[in-house]
């Protein structure tokens, strides 16, 4: 069981870039495969990317282009880069943990933040 924490959200023009954080309190990441997914108003939860715990990855191959993640394990933190951002980007993020799978499917999943909200306006 971990909770996470994202952060890093905000409202942000198209083109620009954006920096979200998933935190886990309590205890290490380091054995987790962390995911994030997005969910815009309306819409189904989107695959976004996922880090395993050894650093392999796995992105939608529609944001593959322009979002990356990364791991700071001293700092127990996976982070999602966002860049060229688009109007269609706008959602809310989620960071989703799981210890026996690197899923695509919010479903692998057993653990989530709150979300944080990302706003690209045109």
């Known amino acids: 069981q971990v909770r996470l924490v994202e952060s890093g959200g905000g409202l942000v023009q198209a083109g620009g870039s954006l920096r979200l954080s998933c935190a886990s309190s309590?205890?290490?990441?380091?054995?987790?495969?962390v995911g994030w997914f997005r969910q815009a108003p309306g819409s189904e939860r989107e695959f976004v990317g996922v880090?395993?715990?050894?650093?392999?990855?796995k992105y939608n191959a529609d944001l593959v282009n322009r979002f990356r993640i990364s791991r700071d394990n001293a700092n127990n933190r996976v982070y999602l880069h966002m860049d060229n951002l688009k109007n269609e980007d706008t959602a809310v993020y989620y960071c989703?943990?799981?210890?026996?799978?690197?899923?695509?499917?919010?479903?692998?999943?057993?653990?989530w933040g709150q979300g944080t909200q990302v706003t690209v306006s045109s």
């Open positions: 989703a943990a799981d210890n026996a799978r690197i899923g695509v499917e919010s479903s692998d999943y057993d653990d």
């Open positions: 309590g205890r290490t990441l380091r054995t987790y495969a």
């Open positions: 880090i395993s715990w050894t650093g392999a990855q």
